[in-house]
């Protein structure tokens, strides 16, 4: 399985930006699948996430204002982020699990490399 995420970039805050992540090998259409962030000195923190068939999850820091989705014709994950703020400078990471579904407490299966995303005041 790869992810190869792409999209990130600099933005003034308030601006948007669309984070996507093409997989490839075997991830299907039903693969629970996912957005991480991570800042130097911080845990990775999960974003949004296809959590299952029909139930998506986001941070509370992100409600509102990202959107997830997945276009299984083209095999691509989306984040869609607006109303950016400094905050979420972040190196971004797609993420997929084995599964259909988030295994509680289970972390990801496979990650991407990471996109840089720099909001600046």
């Known amino acids: 399985v790869q992810l190869v995420e792409s999209g990130g970039g600099l933005v003034q805050a308030g601006g948007s930006l669309r984070l996507s992540c093409a997989a490839s090998?075997?991830?299907?259409?039903?693969?629970?699948m996912g957005w991480y962030r991570q800042t130097p000195g911080k845990e990775r923190e999960a974003v949004a996430a296809?959590?299952?068939?029909?139930?998506?999850y986001y941070a509370d820091s992100v409600k509102g204002r990202f959107t997830i989705s997945r276009d299984n014709a083209k095999n691509t994950l989306y984040l869609q982020m607006n109303s950016l703020k400094p905050e979420d400078t972040a190196m971004y990471y797609c993420?997929?699990?084995?599964?259909?579904?988030?295994?509680?407490?289970?972390?990801?299966?496979?990650w991407g490399q990471g996109t840089q995303v720099t909001v600046s005041s």
């Open positions: 090998g075997n991830i299907f259409s039903s693969n629970a």
């Open positions: 993420a997929a699990w084995n599964t259909d579904y988030v295994p509680r407490g289970g972390g990801p299966d496979y």
């Open positions: 296809l959590i299952s068939r029909s139930s998506t």
